[in-house]
Nanobody, 127 residues
Framework: QVQLVESGGGLVQAGGSLRLSCAAS????????KGWFRQAPGKEREFVAA????????YYADSVEGRFTISRDNAGNTVYLQMNSLKPEDTAVYYC????????????????????WGQGTQVTVSS
């Protein structure tokens, strides 16, 4: 059973920063493309950031471009989402996701493309 576990959420004031982490139980997590999504109350889950398994290719939603950064540790076992200059509209439950990828440059930004999901971590940004 593959498990993705997010951590690092919490309450922060507008303009502040948080770093989310996502660790996987699978030994081959390093060869999976990763993504971060979020879901606010009453809204659909939306794409935030994606990374190829190599970490060389990344892609961001327009709403977070320049403020959020997706990265991975050297072993590829943990994926991070550094969130700076947070805004109240960033408030949501954040999910990490993983997809088996054949090529080191592949990344994905559609929810239905991902194979595995974490349970989510709450991020609340106060004004």
């Amino acid at each position: 059973q593959v498990q993705l576990v997010e951590s690092g959420g919490g309450l922060v004031q507008a303009g502040g920063s948080l770093r989310l982490s996502c660790a996987a139980s699978m030994r081959t997590f390093g060869t999976y493309a990763k993504g971060w999504f979020r879901q606010a109350p009453g809204k659909e889950r939306e794409f935030v950031a994606a990374s190829s398994w190599s970490g060389l290719m990344t892609y961001y939603a327009d709403s977070v471009e320049g403020r959020f950064t997706i990265s991975r540790d050297n072993a590829g076992n943990t994926v991070y989402l550094q969130m700076n200059s947070l805004k109240p509209e960033d408030t949501a439950v954040y999910y990490c996701a993983a997809k088996s990828a054949d090529y080191s440059y592949e990344y994905y930004y559609e929810t239905n493309e991902y194979d595995y999901w974490g349970q989510g971590t709450q991020v609340t940004v106060s004004s």
